[in-house]
Structure formats: C-alpha cells, structure tokens
C-alpha cells in the first residue's frame, strides 16, 4: 500500500454550530479548525459543555434538529465537503460507511430488544455492502472476532444485556468499524468503562487503526487517556480550540493558561500538595458567553485586551498553535 | 428530534415566572390571564344550566305538544325561534330539556364522586397504612369487583334495584370507588416511609388522626384532580346506563335518556340524537381540559394548595 | 417463571370465584324474583310454589354453592325465555363478540401506531397538534353517541354503510370502529410518549451513526421498543373492548353476548344474565393475565432474567 499519503484525511474549516433555543442562541461550536491525517489520532480534550462532543456530531451531521444548526464552516473529507452532501448520500454513503462513531455508554448504546447480531449486522446491510443472509453473518462473526470477542459464532443471538460493559464497547465498535470507515470518532469510549477495561478498550482502538489506516478522533475530558494514544491534542474552551499540538509539547510546555490549569488540577502521584488546585470560576454559561476570550474571567493571568477581543491563533512548535494574548 | 421536550421546556418558563412573583395587581391580572378560560367557560355554563337553569327554561321541559313534534332546529327551513334547538317526538322543547338535563347530570355527578372518593379514599387509606392483611382483603377486593365489566355490574345492579337517579348514584359508587382506592392507596405507601409520619406516631397520635392530619392534606391535590378528571368519566357512565333505560327515569331528564328516545328517529330528525350528545361532549372536554390543568398547577413539585 | 405463573393463575380463579358472588348476589339484592315473573294477580300460594321450584326459599349461602356447583359443571339454568340452556344461549353468540372485539382491538391498534408514531417523529407539527386535538375529542365522546353519529353520517345520510346486523366485511367495519374508539385516544398516547423516549435513546443514536435509513429506524428499531408497554397492555385493552360490547352491540344490533344479556335483564330472565356476565368476566380476567405473562416475554431483558 502506497505509504505516506500526507494530504489530510480530514479537514475541518471554521466550523461553527449553533443551538437556538427559546432562551437565546448558544454558540455551542464556534470557529473551529483542524486537520486530520490517516493512520494520526487526534485527541479533543475539554470540560463538559466545551463542544467537544457538538464537534463530532457536526462531522456525522448528526446535531438534534431543529434547534440545532451548523451555521458555517466545511468539513473535508478526502476533499468532499460533508456539510454539503443531501441527508440521503450522507446517511446511505458516509454515516457508518466512511465516517463512525463509537459512542459514549456502553449501557444505553446498544438496543436492548435487538439480538447483537442483527445490530452489527446492520451497517452490513444497509451500505449494501454484504448481500445475502448468509453473507451478513460471516462478515459480522468476522467482525466480531476483530473486536475480540470471544466465540462470536455462538453469540449472534444474545442480547446485549447478556454482556459485560466491555463487551458492549466492543459490539458498538464493531458496529463502527464493520465497513471499514476512513473516520473513527470516539466519544469518551473509556469513561463508563472500569479502570482495567479501559486499558484494553484503548489498545484495541490502537489495534484497528494498526490493520485499517483508519484517522481517529478521540474525545475526552481524561488527559491519561489522551496521552496514552493522541499523537495531537486539541484543548477546548467554550466552543473554540484554544491550544492545538503534539501529545509532548501539551504535557511539557502547555502554552495556554486554560492547558496549564487543566494539568495541574490532576493530582500526581509522590507530589504532596497541601490542596488540590482547581480552576477558579465556573465554565462559562453559553448563552451569555464572555467577551473576547472566553477564558478571562479564570484566567490566572489575564491582560486588560484579553477582555476585549479574542486573541487570534499564535503558531508554536511543530504544527501546533495557541490563541491567548499572552503569546501576541 | 428537538433537543429539549416542549412541555418541560414550558414547565420550566411557568415555574420561572411565577418565582418571579410579580407583585400586586399586574400579578393578579397575569394570574387571572393564565386561567384555562376554555374549560372553565363550559364548566361555568353547565354549572348556571344546572343551578339556576331549570328557572328559566323557555318552556316547560315536560310539556308535551304533539303537534309541534320534531321540529327542527331554528337555523334550518321548518323550525321556528321559538324553539331554538328543535323538539323532540313528543314536541317538547329540546334546549329546555337539555337545561333540565344538566341539573341532573350535575346532582348525579356531585353525590356519585363524593361518596365514591369518600368510600374510595378510606379504603385506600386503611389499606395502604395498615398493610399486611388489610390490605390484601381490600386489595383482592379491589382486583375481584374489576374482573366483572363495570357496565354489566351496573345494569344487573340497576335491573335488581329500581332504577332511578338514587340506583344511578349507587351504581356509579360501587363500580368508581375502586379508582380512588388503588390511587389513594399508591399515595399512603409513598408518603407512610416519610419522616413526618415517623414523628407524628412518636409524638403519639393514633392511627385515625395521623390519617386525618397527615396524609389527608398531602393527597388532597390528588383526590382533586382525579375528582375533577372524573366528572367526564361518570357523566358518561351515567348517560350510557340511561340510554340503555336502566338510569334516570323518565319523568326526570338525561342527556342519555334523550338519546335513547331519539334513537328510533335518527333518520328524519338528526338534531334530537346529535344535540344532547354534544353537550356530553362539552361538559366532558371541559372537565378534561379543567383536570389537567389543575394537574399541571398543583404538581407535587411546587405545591400550592 | 413457573411459580409467578402458578399464582397468578391462582389470582384469576379467586377473582373468577369473587366475580360470581357479586354477580350472584347483585342479581338477587333486589329481593323476591317471583314478584317480577308472576302475573300480579297470583297468589301466595303459587308465589311460594314458584320460589321453592326456583329454589329461593333456602338461605342464600346455600343458594350461592348450588349456583355455584352447577355452573362449574356448565349448567346455569334454563332461560325463562326460551327454555334452553343458558349457557348453550351464551355460547352461540360468543364468537360473534369475539369476533367484533378482536376486530376493535386490530382497529385500534393499527390507527394508535400510526398516528402515535407520526405525531412523534414529527412533535410539534400541525399533525401532532391535530392528533393532540383529536385524543381530546376521542376522550370527551361517549362511545355509543360515537355509534350513532356513524349510523347518522354513514347509514343514513350517505348510505355507505348499514346500520345493523351482522354480516359481512362492511356490517363489521362501523360496530369495530365504535367499539375501538373508546381506546384509541389512549393508546396513542402511549405510543406516542413511549415513541419519544425511544427515539431520544442511546441506541437510536448509535443506529443512526452507523447510517441506518430514516424509516427503517423509526417502523423498525424504534418501534420495536416503543410498542412494548402497548402490547403488554393489549390484555387490558381487550378487555375493555368486552365491557364495551354490552352497548356496542346493542346499538348496532350485533348478535352478541352484550345485546344478548341487555335484553335479558329487561326481560329478568337471570339465567341468561348470569352465564354471560360471568362468561364475560372469565374472559376479563383471562385478558389480564395475559398482560402479566405478556410482559415477560415481549422483553428480552425480563425473558432471560426470570
């Protein structure tokens, strides 16, 4: 296979989704830009109600309508914009097809009236890829067994509650990878999941991107986990990204303070603090966001312009970039 | 799919506003705007027909007047303003026996759910306070007297007994205290574990006064929405069993029993079959609209009785 | 599994046990049924002949466990009517009720999915705000004013549609239609927030991030979970249906057992009376148990569990 192929997989362009709800519009994603590469893992790191998830569901197209709208932006995948596509190309050619996603609770994931073969054979046959009853069976037994299941033969007609929340995991992203997506987005895969579980949940996400090229965004709020597997990492402040860089320049030289913080908030072993930091100030309520950057009123060191304006991207090393006034 | 349900989103804005309590008469007259003026104008006009109605009914509702009988409505060719609904087959005024109808309804409708809920309740009460073997007798009473179709308990009952509105009344209370019992009785369950409950026994009432102090006020909200969700339910039961001519007796008036008596018109005179269903109708869609609402209101949530 | 079985089943014999003595006792409160049988002019002696052929001078306890000793062995009694058996009477005509509540409960189960589950997909349009509109009106109508009113617009005004009687395909759709309506408002309801829930799931999520086509997810995927609370409750449903039968076949002159025992109280021929509400009441409880039992096999979760 021809190797290196270094024009981006994904490309995201100013993406920005809003919610208008009766209370007012909120800005859920608000400018948002990132490229992605086969075979690269990216991690979109953040607190809850940052956008990282609304990120995601705006590449599968997937923001509850009606309040939700994607208001600009393109999403390039191998050079065709997504958001331009009719829903039926979408649903029939890229959700599940080109584009997956494994998503959060292995508990509510799963339809607990269908046998786990009749869900994962889903993907088979409504991409048309796999005709024939027989012929949806032996592709999901195969796929089962990629996902290490053990003797997927014998449970095709169990039914979800029949497993372990692992397991479950696994199912769903059997269901993710069974046509063979060029985009894996995994939303916060490991946070229901047991502490030992996790590990393998992880690997196996290193295992399929190993046999499949597959470019994977993962999104989580566990910086342990984003070490462990990101290449680049993505930190979210309301509705932006405020730091984009490589996995050691993120853990060695956080640029900006919101990245600096969000590391010392995790307790190390050895260290003995008298108290455990943690940001000053609540995430910013949406519908009223902060002037400028979003981050000023927690911000530890915060300038007068950091009230006014919102500073714009500052390159760092490699191919990273930050946006903070500090770096102006 | 939207992302936040319309209801709670409404619920939501509701509680919002109210804890922001205008004050005074801005209050007030927002208040009053917020009324379900729907329901309460078809509760209103029944409640006039019933009280004070009977007094001034155009014309007598039993006087019979062969020659003008089915007479059509006054908006069509053939009837006349002075009998603006049309008559009926025996030529008595139909608006005026709908009037007449009302009072009776309402008076069946009054004693049937107070001595039901009252009945209903109690039971409801000793049985989920005191459990164990009471509550299994009155339980499996409750799961026998459902096994046997409410209607057909009725008409044997009614068959048995006279019929007649106090038959009616007493049918109605042996086939709706049920209801009460079972809602009444999940209510005591819930509220029995409560610390003020605890409290209440250790201060020393005894079984009946906690009863009556304590869990009384706190299902009262219940009771009345149920009461008032029933009306439509009972008015219903009451016409059925007096089109089937084991209710209201003649000489007295139902919205059913017109029905039944129009029957054998129904191709020549659509008024005398449609009218006085349309009044069941009303008063049901009132007392259902008026129910919920009373619901929605009086959510355990921001209790306000 | 078994045990819950077995004592449900004990439950439906003690409310069937239970159903007879109301039904017993409900027909005799009114005191002497001889007063109603005799002509007025008979004397004290024939009054006390009749009672003691018909077995009313023993003490009521006696009378139940005579009542109910035969009627275990299928003998209610003759009909003062036609002299046959009423049982036999009562038998006839069941497939006729049958027959009409089964097609009610198709009826309303068919509309109840449809408009439950559009009104859901598409909340807040002016199809679910239409259908919110028609529960409340369904809910408001008594269900033999809902008869008439056909037999008024499709009988006799438009001739569609006869009146009465049963027959074939179209005696069959105005009877059904009435009968349905008293639950359709109901289960729509419940399909539609059932319908809602689902479709705001986890699962629905995933099924459609792997690209599963619109309808298939709804009348497929969502369905399938959204129709578990109707169809453990079908047993109830069909059971209203039955208790709704007794004016419903009256109006429409359907040879039922409804119409059958109407008539027979009006005529105070008890033996009649008795066999059909107590073969109605069997039939009632039988319905809902059927929910109970229903339930543990409609969902996987509850089958594997027990």
Same mark, same amino acid.
């Given at each position: 296979?021809?190797?290196?192929?270094? @024009?981006?997989?994904? @490309?995201?362009?100013?993406?920005?989704?809003?919610?208008?709800?009766?209370?007012?519009?909120?800005?859920?994603?608000?400018?948002?830009?990132?490229?992605?590469?086969?075979?690269?893992?990216?991690?979109?790191?953040?607190?809850?109600?940052?956008?990282?998830?609304?990120?995601?569901?705006?590449?599968?197209?997937?923001?509850?309508?009606?309040?939700?709208?994607?208001?600009?932006?393109?999403?390039?995948?191998?050079?065709?914009?997504?958001?331009?596509?009719?829903?039926?190309?979408?649903?029939?050619?890229?959700?599940?097809?080109?584009?997956?996603?494994?998503?959060?609770?292995?508990?509510?994931?799963?339809?607990?009236?269908?046998?786990?073969?009749?869900?994962?054979?889903?993907?088979?046959?409504?991409?048309?890829?796999?005709?024939?009853?027989?012929?949806?069976?032996?592709?999901?037994?195969?796929?089962?067994?990629?996902?290490?299941?053990?003797?997927?033969?014998?449970?095709?007609?169990?039914?979800?509650?029949?497993?372990?929340?692992?397991?479950?995991?696994?199912?769903?992203?059997?269901?993710?990878?069974?046509?063979? =997506?060029?985009?894996?987005?995994?939303?916060?895969?490991? @946070?229901?999941?047991?502490?030992?579980?996790?590990?393998?949940?992880?690997?196996?996400?290193?295992?399929?991107?190993?046999?499949?090229?597959?470019?994977?965004?993962?999104?989580?709020?566990?910086?342990?986990?984003?070490?462990?597997?990101?290449?680049?990492?993505?930190?979210?402040?309301?509705?932006?990204?405020?730091?984009?860089?490589?996995?050691?320049?993120?853990?060695?030289?956080?640029?900006?303070?919101?990245?600096?913080?969000?590391?010392?908030?995790?307790?190390?072993?050895?260290?003995?603090?008298?108290?455990?930091?943690?940001?000053?100030?609540? =995430?910013?309520?949406?519908?009223? =966001?902060?002037?400028?950057?979003?981050?000023? =009123?927690?911000?530890?060191?915060?300038?007068?312009?950091?009230?006014?304006?919102?500073?714009?991207?500052?390159?760092?090393?490699?191919?990273?970039?930050?946006?903070?006034?500090?770096?102006? | 799919?939207?992302?936040?349900?319309?209801?709670?989103?409404?619920?939501?804005?509701?509680?919002?506003?109210?804890?922001?309590?205008?004050?005074?008469?801005?209050?007030?007259?927002?208040?009053?705007?917020?009324?379900?003026?729907?329901?309460?104008?078809?509760?209103?006009?029944?409640?006039?027909?019933?009280?004070?109605?009977?007094?001034?009914?155009?014309?007598?509702?039993?006087?019979?007047?062969?020659?003008?009988?089915?007479?059509?409505?006054?908006?069509?060719?053939?009837?006349?303003?002075?009998?603006?609904?049309?008559?009926?087959?025996?030529?008595?005024?139909?608006?005026?026996?709908?009037?007449?109808?009302?009072?009776?309804?309402?008076?069946?409708?009054?004693?049937?759910?107070?001595?039901?809920?009252?009945?209903?309740?109690?039971?409801?009460?000793?049985?989920?306070?005191?459990?164990?073997?009471?509550?299994?007798?009155?339980?499996?009473?409750?799961?026998?007297?459902?096994?046997?179709?409410?209607?057909?308990?009725?008409?044997?009952?009614?068959?048995?007994?006279?019929?007649?509105?106090?038959?009616?009344?007493?049918?109605?209370?042996?086939?709706?205290?049920?209801?009460?019992?079972?809602?009444?009785?999940?209510?005591?369950?819930?509220?029995?574990?409560?610390?003020?409950?605890?409290?209440?026994?250790?201060?020393?009432?005894?079984?009946?006064?906690?009863?009556?102090?304590?869990?009384?006020?706190?299902?009262?909200?219940?009771?009345?929405?149920?009461?008032?969700?029933?009306?439509?339910?009972?008015?219903?039961?009451?016409?059925?069993?007096?089109?089937?001519?084991?209710?209201?007796?003649?000489?007295?008036?139902?919205?059913?029993?017109?029905?039944?008596?129009?029957?054998?018109?129904?191709?020549?005179?659509?008024?005398?079959?449609?009218?006085?269903?349309?009044?069941?109708?009303?008063?049901?869609?009132?007392?259902?609209?008026?129910?919920?609402?009373?619901?929605?209101?009086?959510?355990?949530?921001?209790?306000?009785? | 599994?078994?045990?819950?079985?077995?004592?449900?089943?004990?439950?439906?014999?003690?409310?069937?046990?239970?159903?007879?003595?109301?039904?017993?006792?409900?027909?005799?409160?009114?005191?002497?049924?001889?007063?109603?049988?005799?002509?007025?002019?008979?004397?004290?002696?024939?009054?006390?002949?009749?009672?003691?052929?018909?077995?009313?001078?023993?003490?009521?306890?006696?009378?139940?466990?005579?009542?109910?000793?035969?009627?275990?062995?299928?003998?209610?009694?003759?009909?003062?009517?036609?002299?046959?058996?009423?049982?036999?009477?009562?038998?006839?005509?069941?497939?006729?009720?049958?027959?009409?509540?089964?097609?009610?409960?198709?009826?309303?189960?068919?509309?109840?999915?449809?408009?439950?589950?559009?009104?859901?997909?598409?909340?807040?349009?002016?199809?679910?705000?239409?259908?919110?509109?028609?529960?409340?009106?369904?809910?408001?109508?008594?269900?033999?004013?809902?008869?008439?009113?056909?037999?008024?617009?499709?009988?006799?005004?438009?001739?569609?549609?006869?009146?009465?009687?049963?027959?074939?395909?179209?005696?069959?759709?105005?009877?059904?239609?009435?009968?349905?309506?008293?639950?359709?408002?109901?289960?729509?309801?419940?399909?539609?927030?059932?319908?809602?829930?689902?479709?705001?799931?986890?699962?629905?999520?995933?099924?459609?991030?792997?690209?599963?086509?619109?309808?298939?997810?709804?009348?497929?995927?969502?369905?399938?979970?959204?129709?578990?609370?109707?169809?453990?409750?079908?047993?109830?449903?069909?059971?209203?249906?039955?208790?709704?039968?007794?004016?419903?076949?009256?109006? !429409?002159?359907?040879?039922?057992?409804?119409?059958?025992?109407?008539?027979?109280?009006?005529?105070?021929?008890?033996?009649?009376?008795?066999?059909?509400?107590?073969?109605?009441?069997?039939? !009632?409880?039988?319905?809902?148990?059927?929910?109970?039992?229903?339930?543990?096999?409609?969902?996987?979760?509850?089958?594997?569990?027990?």
């Amino acid at each position: 296979m021809p190797d290196v192929n270094h @024009s981006p997989l994904l @490309s995201v362009e100013d993406l920005k989704t809003y919610l208008f709800l009766r209370r007012g519009v909120v800005k859920a994603v608000d400018g948002v830009s990132f490229q992605l590469r086969e075979k690269e893992t990216i991690g979109i790191v953040g607190e809850s109600g940052s956008g990282k998830s609304m990120t995601c569901l705006s590449i599968l197209r997937l923001i509850p309508a009606p309040a939700g709208r994607i208001v600009a932006g393109r999403i390039l995948l191998d050079g065709v914009d997504v958001l331009g596509l009719d829903e039926k190309k979408m649903s029939a050619e890229y959700r599940g097809r080109r584009i997956s996603m494994i998503s959060q609770d292995p508990l509510t994931s799963l339809n607990p009236v269908f046998s786990i073969g009749d869900q994962v054979g889903g993907p088979f046959r409504y991409h048309g890829l796999k005709k024939g009853r027989k012929g949806i069976r032996e592709a999901v037994v195969d796929v089962l067994g990629r996902v290490k299941i053990p003797s997927p033969a014998q449970r095709l007609k169990a039914y979800p509650h029949q497993f372990s929340g692992g397991m479950r995991q696994r199912v769903v992203a059997a269901m993710a990878i069974a046509c063979g =997506p060029r985009l894996l987005i995994a939303d916060e895969p490991t @946070s229901a999941l047991d502490v030992t579980i996790q590990i393998q949940m992880l690997q196996l996400l290193e295992d399929i991107q190993r046999e499949t090229r597959v470019g994977l965004i993962l999104i989580t709020h566990d910086l342990g986990v984003a070490a462990y597997i990101c290449q680049r990492i993505a930190v979210m402040y309301a509705g932006r990204i405020v730091e984009f860089a490589d996995v050691r320049t993120i853990y060695k030289r956080p640029s900006h303070p919101y990245t600096q913080a969000l590391l010392n908030s995790v307790p190390r072993l050895g260290e003995k603090k008298k108290r455990l930091f943690s940001i000053e100030g609540q =995430p910013p309520d949406l519908l009223t =966001p902060p002037t400028g950057c979003a981050f000023w =009123p927690r911000c530890e060191r915060k300038l007068e312009i950091c009230r006014r304006e919102y500073p714009p991207q500052t390159p760092i090393d490699g191919e990273g970039y930050v946006s903070c006034w500090l770096y102006k | 799919m939207s992302v936040a349900p319309p209801s709670q989103s409404a619920a939501a804005a509701q509680t919002l506003a109210r804890r922001r309590g205008k004050a005074g008469l801005k209050g007030f007259a927002s208040w009053l705007l917020r009324l379900p003026w729907f329901p309460l104008l078809i509760l209103l006009v029944v409640f006039f027909c019933a009280t004070v109605g009977p007094y001034v009914t155009p014309h007598d509702p039993g006087a019979l007047n062969l020659s003008m009988a089915l007479k059509p409505p006054s908006w069509q060719i053939g009837g006349t303003a002075a009998y603006p609904l049309g008559t009926d087959n025996m030529g008595r005024d139909i608006l005026s026996r709908m009037i007449l109808g009302a009072k009776i309804s309402v008076i069946v409708a009054f004693w049937a759910i107070l001595f039901s809920g009252a009945i209903g309740t109690l039971m409801g009460m000793f049985s989920g306070y005191f459990g164990g073997k009471i509550d299994m007798i009155i339980m499996r009473l409750v799961d026998i007297q459902m096994s046997v179709p409410a209607l057909a308990l009725a008409l044997i009952l009614s068959a048995s007994l006279k019929p007649g509105m106090t038959t009616v009344i007493v049918v109605i209370v042996v086939t709706y205290w049920t209801w009460y019992a079972r809602i009444v009785r999940g209510e005591v369950l819930s509220l029995k574990e409560r610390d003020f409950i605890a409290l209440a026994r250790i201060a020393g009432c005894n079984a009946f006064m906690i009863l009556l102090k304590h869990f009384l006020p706190n299902i009262l909200n219940t009771l009345l929405v149920l009461a008032t969700l029933q009306l439509g339910s009972v008015i219903i039961y009451e016409a059925s069993l007096s089109f089937l001519g084991l209710g209201i007796q003649p000489p007295d008036v139902s919205w059913g029993l017109m029905l039944s008596d129009a029957r054998p018109y129904i191709s020549v005179a659509w008024w005398v079959i449609t009218l006085p269903g349309l009044a069941i109708v009303l008063t049901c869609l009132g007392s259902n609209l008026f129910g919920d609402w009373l619901r929605d209101t009086l959510d355990p949530k921001r209790r306000q009785l | 599994m078994l045990k819950y079985l077995l004592s449900r089943l004990l439950q439906g014999v003690v409310c069937i046990i239970g159903a007879s003595v109301i039904i017993f006792v409900a027909s005799r409160v009114s005191g002497d049924v001889t007063l109603l049988l005799l002509p007025p002019d008979a004397t004290p002696e024939q009054q006390r002949i009749m009672r003691h052929e018909l077995g009313l001078d023993k003490p009521y306890v006696v009378q139940y466990l005579l009542f109910a000793g035969r009627a275990v062995r299928g003998d209610f009694g003759k009909s003062y009517r036609w002299q046959t058996s009423a049982l036999k009477l009562v038998l006839d005509r069941f497939p006729a009720t049958i027959q009409l509540a089964v097609c009610a409960l198709v009826f309303s189960v068919v509309v109840a999915l449809f408009f439950g589950v559009l009104s859901a997909v598409y909340q807040g349009s002016w199809f679910d705000s239409f259908g919110k509109v028609f529960a409340l009106l369904g809910q408001a109508m008594p269900g033999f004013w809902v008869g008439l009113m056909f037999i008024l617009f499709f009988a006799v005004k438009l001739g569609l549609l006869p009146a009465f009687g049963r027959g074939g395909l179209k005696h069959l759709i105005l009877p059904a239609v009435t009968l349905g309506w008293y639950s359709v408002a109901a289960q729509t309801r419940m399909v539609r927030s059932a319908m809602l829930d689902v479709l705001d799931s986890d699962y629905i999520q995933t099924a459609r991030g792997v690209g599963v086509p619109r309808w298939i997810l709804i009348w497929k995927y969502a369905l399938r979970n959204a129709a578990i609370p109707l169809v453990t409750m079908l047993g109830v449903y069909f059971a209203a249906m039955l208790g709704g039968s007794f004016i419903i076949e009256t109006i !429409f002159a359907w040879p039922g057992v409804g119409r059958t025992v109407v008539e027979a109280i009006f005529a105070r021929d008890y033996p009649v009376v008795q066999a059909g509400v107590l073969f109605t009441s069997i039939f !009632f409880v039988l319905s809902n148990l059927l929910v109970d039992l229903a339930y543990g096999f409609i969902d996987p979760r509850i089958r594997y569990v027990r």
